[in-house]
T-cell receptor, first 114, second 113 residues
Framework: IAGITQAPTSQILAAGRRMTLRCTQDMRHNAMYWYRQDLGLGLRLIHYSNTAGTTGKGEVPDGYSVSRANTDDFPLTLASAVPSQTSVYFC?????????????FGSGTRLTVV | DQQVKQNSPSLSVQEGRISILNCDYTNSMFDYFLWYKKYPAEGPTFLISISSIKDKNEDGRFTVFLNKSAKHLSLHIVPSQPGDSAVYFCAASEAGTASKLTFGTGTRLQVTL
């Protein structure tokens, strides 16, 4: 299936634990992104990668790290989870920036930090 | 600082009527504007976009209008259908292939029978 796969679908995590959210795309898109969605705040960019081997910080990067070892995978790691990281996380990809067609999104990971 | 704003968190419209969703922005460097639709438990999906050199773009029941001087865009859905009930996000990006999308806070549209 063409698109973006995110795993897990949902997770309850104890505060202080380490967690990696997985994201894989099969469209050979160059750029990939991680957003978090919070009520009243919309979608906010956490980290992005314009191409394999490069990453950059978005609007809310603190507490998160990413890596882009290859074109297809873009994992997001929470080194030591805190309750404020409770959110729905969306991975997205685009062939070349946003342009007129924007991004393709995954179905999201619902994370609850307790 | 919210560069893209959707001031109406929710909107209820009767089936068959027009739905108008509004979006304002502050960054004059934005070059493309997009609307995304999101159903519960799914990721956002691209709906329609408009370039800053245009003031209108139409795709079936969906039309986006852009007023650059007012830094305002709107999405019109005519006629509204129950399947249109979703959260709609306005998004914008600056020119350049490495640009990122900046999203608004979303408007929940409910189309009633």
């Amino acid at each position: 299936i063409a698109g973006i796969t995110q795993a897990p679908t949902s997770q309850i995590l104890a505060a202080g634990r380490r967690m990696t959210l997985r994201c894989t795309q099969d469209m050979r898109h160059n750029a990939m992104y991680w957003y978090r969605q919070d009520l009243g705040l919309g979608l906010r960019l956490i980290h992005y990668s314009n191409t394999a081997g490069t990453t950059g910080k978005g609007e809310v990067p603190d507490g998160y790290s990413v890596s882009r070892a290859n074109t297809d995978d873009f994992p997001l790691t929470l080194a030591s989870a805190v309750p404020s990281q409770t959110s729905v996380y969306f991975c997205a990809s685009s062939e070349k920036g946003s342009g007129p067609y924007g991004y393709t999104f995954g179905s999201g990971t619902r994370l609850t930090v307790v | 600082d919210q560069q893209v704003k959707q001031n109406s968190p929710s909107l209820s419209v009767q089936e068959g009527r027009i739905s108008i969703l509004n979006c304002d922005y502050t960054n004059s460097m934005f070059d493309y504007f997009l609307w995304y639709k999101k159903y519960p438990a799914e990721g956002p999906t691209f709906l329609i976009s408009i370039s800053s050199i245009k003031d209108k773009n139409e795709d079936g029941r969906f039309t986006v209008f852009l007023n650059k001087s007012a830094k305002h865009l709107s999405l019109h859905i005519v006629p509204s259908q129950p399947g249109d009930s979703a959260v709609y996000f306005c998004a914008a990006s600056e020119a350049g292939t490495a640009s990122k999308l900046t999203f608004g806070t979303g408007t929940r549209l409910q189309v009633t029978l």
